[in-house]
């Protein structure tokens, strides 16, 4: 049995202003502008007969968003545990190797990262076949992409002599190297860029990182024995989970253990990892310019142009990443995008939300879209998805009122539940318990003006909710 793990833990910094930390690149549409680069990762898995659904792990603040991409490419997890605490890559596949054992004791593990992207489907099968074959042998098994030029960001895989066809042993992993010696790595033929990807047997990685790592073996085992399930999800317990030193699985295993191998592979692929590298994934124009949306261009060159909301015009100009969304704009020398981390700490150091959110907010009801705001009021767009509910709660601070422009809404409010229509409004007095529900086909708009002496989005009690948050959430 086979089963795919997908981490979908990281939050894309890099790739600030669209990606945010809580909606990260891998649940954006960045590359294909109908699927996602997570839903991407699930579609081109292999449809043999002993493959299973995935088990995804992901951080907790992004769960109902993973869970509703995989439903709607019609792709549902086996399991998707959730993280309370990020800890790096050995901890988080040491649970999904745990839920895959609850599953198959024999189960073999495809471990791909969310965000990366493949161009040679055919040759990915191939060595997926490949790797199956080493894992069911009892081998650690990683994927050494062929390096086509100099890269300096990521790190490398020193591949030693073969062992079978296509199939070598692994001398060493080399760290991020100078400019100078990435020439030399992309030269040699025996160097292969780290792909992050890796096949085993459950038993076997956990019975490694138990020799090299045995807090992580002992943390993730009882933070998954502890664990308790809520609705589609496996809550880990948070203290046991936070006791697991934070370490990658090249650090805490394949670094250490005589069992690993590398498959060397031209998959076409990227980390997706920069604006230059999403750059690289269009073939760009006679210019050298690759241009998303609405933008318009003058004596530009080599730049990559991206307007999710406006019109974006440059003249002028040449080597620049410029990306603009509602609520920010990043302009940036193709040479230092490795440099917008930098930028995303400021933002969260200053305590601005724009590192965190954009304008529009997705929730597992659907979603909001501030508007306006100045002191005292402010006013948002809210869509509520088909037979969705928000929670039955209340506000210390504020009150609403709600004027309905599409669909019909169901609304509670206090000891009475009523509709509104199109072109109705109803209020929302401040401290009332009051729930808002779609129960049409369609989704339900409204405009929500509110006003009161604090608007934060922390002034809430639930009293109900079918999502199973809490006020903490």
């Given at each position: 049995m086979l089963i795919p793990v997908i981490l979908s833990g990281g939050t894309g910094s890099?790739?600030?202003?669209?990606?945010?930390?809580?909606?990260?690149?891998?649940?954006?549409?960045?590359?294909?502008?109908?699927?996602?680069?997570?839903?991407?990762?699930?579609?081109?898995?292999?449809?043999?007969?002993?493959?299973?659904?995935?088990?995804v792990v992901c951080n907790e603040a992004h769960r109902f968003m993973v869970a509703e991409q995989l439903h709607a490419i019609n792709k549902p997890a086996t399991r998707i545990l959730l993280e309370p605490i990020g800890r790096n890559t050995a901890p988080a596949i040491a649970i999904a190797a745990w839920q895959a054992m609850a599953i198959n004791a024999e189960a073999v593990l495809l471990v791909l990262p969310a965000d990366h992207t493949i161009a040679n489907l055919p040759h990915f099968h191939q060595v997926i076949a490949q790797g199956n074959a080493q894992a069911l042998a009892g081998k650690l098994v990683t994927f050494g992409i062929v390096p086509d030029y100099p890269e300096t960001g990521y790190g490398y895989i020193d591949a030693g002599e073969e062992v079978s066809t296509g199939v070598r042993h692994i001398s060493q992993f080399v760290e991020k190297p100078s400019a100078e010696v990435a020439k030399q790595y992309c030269q040699s033929g025996h160097h292969f860029w780290n792909s992050g990807m890796f096949m085993f047997r459950a038993d076997r990685y956990l019975q490694e990182l138990k020799q090299f790592a045995p807090q992580i073996h002992q943390a993730t085992q009882q933070a998954f024995e502890q664990a308790i399930e809520d609705l589609d999800f496996v809550r880990l317990d948070q203290k046991a989970f936070a006791g697991s030193?934070?370490?990658?699985?090249?650090?805490?295993?394949?670094?250490?253990?005589?069992?690993?191998?590398?498959?060397?592979?031209?998959?076409?692929?990227?980390?997706?990892?920069?604006?230059?590298?999403?750059?690289?994934?269009?073939?760009?124009?006679?210019?050298?310019?690759?241009?998303?949306?609405d933008v318009l261009v003058e004596n530009t060159s080599d730049c990559y142009i991206r307007a999710e909301h406006r019109l974006v015009t440059t003249v002028g100009v040449s080597n620049l990443v410029i990306v603009e969304t509602k609520d920010a704009v990043l302009v940036a020398n193709k040479d230092q995008v490795q440099s917008v981390k930098q930028l995303v700490n400021q933002l969260a150091s200053q305590q601005r939300t724009e590192y965190q959110l954009h304008k529009q907010v997705y929730r597992p009801w659907?979603?909001?879209?501030?508007?306006?705001?100045?002191?005292?009021?402010?006013?948002?767009?809210?869509?509520?998805?088909?037979?969705?509910?928000l929670s039955?709660?209340?506000?210390?601070?504020?009150?609403?009122?709600?004027?309905?422009?599409?669909?019909?809404?169901?609304?509670?409010?206090?000891e009475k539940t009523f509709l509104v229509s199109e072109n109705e409004s109803t209020y929302i007095p401040l401290g009332?318990?009051?729930?808002?529900?779609?129960?049409?086909?369609?989704?339900?708009?409204?405009?929500?003006?509110?006003?009161?002496s604090y608007l934060g989005e922390d002034d809430i009690v639930r009293f109900d909710d079918v999502y199973g948050r809490s006020d903490q959430q």
């Open positions: 890099r790739l600030w202003p669209l990606s945010r930390e809580l909606y990260p690149k891998q649940l954006l549409n960045l590359v294909n502008q109908d699927t996602s680069l997570l839903q991407d990762t699930v579609l081109r898995l292999p449809t043999t007969p002993d493959i299973q659904a995935p088990i030193p934070e370490d990658s699985i090249d650090y805490a295993v394949m670094e250490h253990t005589q069992a690993s191998v590398v498959i060397p592979a031209d998959l076409g692929w990227s980390d997706v990892g920069s604006w230059t590298a999403l750059a690289d994934l269009t073939p760009p124009d006679a210019h050298g310019n690759v241009q998303r949306g659907g979603s909001y879209e501030g508007i306006d705001e100045e002191d005292r009021f402010q006013v948002k767009r809210i869509t509520v998805k088909p037979g969705a509910s039955l709660q209340k506000h210390f601070h504020r009150a609403e009122h709600w004027i309905v422009v599409k669909g019909t809404a169901k609304v509670t409010c206090g009332e318990k009051h729930r808002l529900e779609n129960p049409g086909k369609i989704p339900l708009e409204l405009i929500e003006v509110q006003s009161g």
